[in-house]
């Protein structure tokens, strides 16, 4: 029976070809995690790095969210800052940050943290994973960024839907369009290979050995003596015109 089943299954791949190398691709399709806002596609299309779209600072209390207060369906707003970490009221050291409007005061909850980051493939697009409590509640959040690769312009937009509490409550969805997410298109340079460094390092040295070689230039002392000696005679001559002066007086 079994092998029937798999007969079934190589015969609908023939006839479906395409069907069945995207259903193969996208499970084994991945974005390795490089940091907390890169990651390298598996298929060697290249990196994907938010780096250049975030607020950076030291210190979270410093930093504001790059997109901050942007209204979604829900009627909250959303503040996200990819890479580093950003301080508004409520949420403090976040990735991204919820506030409730209310008549008298504002809610916060924190969505996510930059150390909990995920970087999943859903078979189509990347998707960035965040986890993140608020204050002492043990009650994680659970925020769900799809990247969206950008090809039409420069232009990033950060998209809240928010959260669906019938379906899933306390997970909470994006979108971000942006060029970044084009694997490769925001790569940074990679550093040189560790034998090309060393290269580098032998050859200056070889350089040094090289000067040390060469022969030294002889010091010469005959210049200062040949002054001595023009010293000594214009001594000789005063002295011989103090004996004629003498001679005279006298």
Excluded at 51 to 61: C, D, K, R, V
Excluded at 186 to 205: G, L, M, R, T, Y
Aim: charge should be negative.
């Amino acid at each position: 029976m079994a092998t029937r089943v798999l007969d079934a299954t190589l015969v609908l791949c023939l006839l479906t070809t395409t069907i069945c190398v995207s259903t193969v691709s996208s499970k084994t399709l991945e974005c390795r995690k490089l940091g907390p806002c890169s990651c390298e596609m598996s298929d060697g299309s290249g990196v994907i790095d938010l780096s250049t779209l975030g607020n950076a600072g030291s210190e979270p209390t410093q930093v504001d969210a790059r997109y901050k207060d942007v209204r979604a369906k829900d009627a909250a707003t959303y503040s996200f800052n990819p890479c580093w970490a950003f301080e508004q009221v409520g949420c403090h050291g976040v990735s991204v940050c919820q506030r409730i409007p209310d008549r008298r005061f504002s809610i916060f909850f924190t969505l996510g943290h930059h150390h909990t980051a995920e970087f999943l493939h859903n078979g189509s697009h990347v998707i960035l994973k965040y986890k993140g409590k608020t204050g002492t509640s043990q009650v994680i959040r659970t925020s769900w960024i799809t990247l969206l690769c950008n090809n039409e312009n420069q232009d990033t937009i950060f998209i809240p839907y928010g959260e669906d509490p019938y379906i899933k409550p306390l997970h909470y969805y994006f979108e971000f369009k942006t060029p970044c997410a084009c694997p490769g298109r925001c790569q940074k340079d990679p550093p040189p290979p560790k034998e090309e460094v060393q290269k580098v390092e032998i050859n200056v040295e070889e350089k040094k050995e090289h000067n040390n070689d060469k022969p030294k230039m002889e010091e010469r002392n005959d210049i200062p003596q040949k002054e001595n000696n023009h010293e000594k005679q214009d001594e000789n001559k005063v002295e011989i015109h103090d004996k004629d002066d003498t001679d005279n007086k006298v």
